[in-house]
C-alpha cells in the first residue's frame, strides 16, 4: 500500500522540525517532510542514514498515527517497582521484626514473600537486592569459624612452647 503524504503537509511537518528537541524525532520528521516533498525511499534514506524500509515504515506510522506516532519512540519508562516507599517499609518491617528477636533472615526468604506480595513471578533476586539497599539494609553475615581450629587450651600451650623455645 502507498502511503501519500501532501506538500501541505511536509510544509506543517518542517515547521515542527523547527522545535523538535529529540534528535531521533526530528529525523522521523525529515523523513516524513522529504516524502512529502517527492522523494523515494532510497534517496530519503541516504539523506537520513536510515534503511529504505525504515524510511516506509516510518511514513506508515505517519499515516496511522500522525506526528505523535513519529516522535514517541515506543519505550515505556524505566519505573518498574512493584511497591511504594512506604509500601516497602511495611513490608520489611515484618522481618526487621524477626531479625531483632535473633532469626536469621535469607534474601530467598524475603525474595519469596515479595513475590507473593506483589502477585508476580521475580527471575532473579536483584529485585530484592534493590528493594534491600533502597531501604537501607546491609547484609550481615556471622563470622564462621575455621572447622580446623585448634583449641584454645592447644593454642595457649603452642604459644608457651614458642616463646621457650626462643629464650
Not at 43 to 49: A, C, F, L, R, S
Not at 77 to 88: D, F, I, P
Request: net charge positive; charged share 30%.
Amino acid at each position: 500500500m502507498v502511503y501519500r503524504i501532501t506538500a501541505e503537509e511536509a510544509k506543517g511537518i518542517r515547521e515542527e522540525m523547527k522545535v523538535c528537541k529529540s534528535a531521533n524525532g526530528y529525523r522521523r520528521l525529515q523523513v516524513v517532510a522529504l516524502r512529502g516533498e517527492g522523494k523515494g525511499n532510497t534517496e530519503i534514506g541516504e539523506v537520513t542514514g536510515f534503511h529504505p524500509d525504515y524510511v516506509s515504515e516510518l511514513c506508515k506510522r505517519y499515516c496511522m498515527e500522525g506526528k505523535e506516532g513519529l516522535l514517541s519512540d515506543g519505550r515505556k519508562g524505566g519505573n518498574n517497582r512493584n511497591m511504594t516507599k512506604e509500601e516497602a517499609e511495611a513490608f520489611l518491617g515484618e522481618f526487621e521484626e524477626q531479625a531483632k528477636k535473633g532469626q536469621v533472615i535469607t534474601v530467598e526468604a524475603i525474595a519469596k514473600a515479595y513475590d507473593e506480595a506483589v502477585r508476580k513471578q521475580h527471575k532473579s533476586l536483584s529485585t530484592v537486592y534493590y528493594l534491600l539497599h533502597s531501604q537501607g539494609w546491609r547484609m550481615i553475615t556471622p563470622k564462621k569459624q575455621h572447622p580446623g581450629k585448634a583449641s584454645e587450651e592447644v593454642i595457649e600451650t603452642s604459644k608457651k612452647l614458642t616463646l621457650s623455645w626462643r629464650t
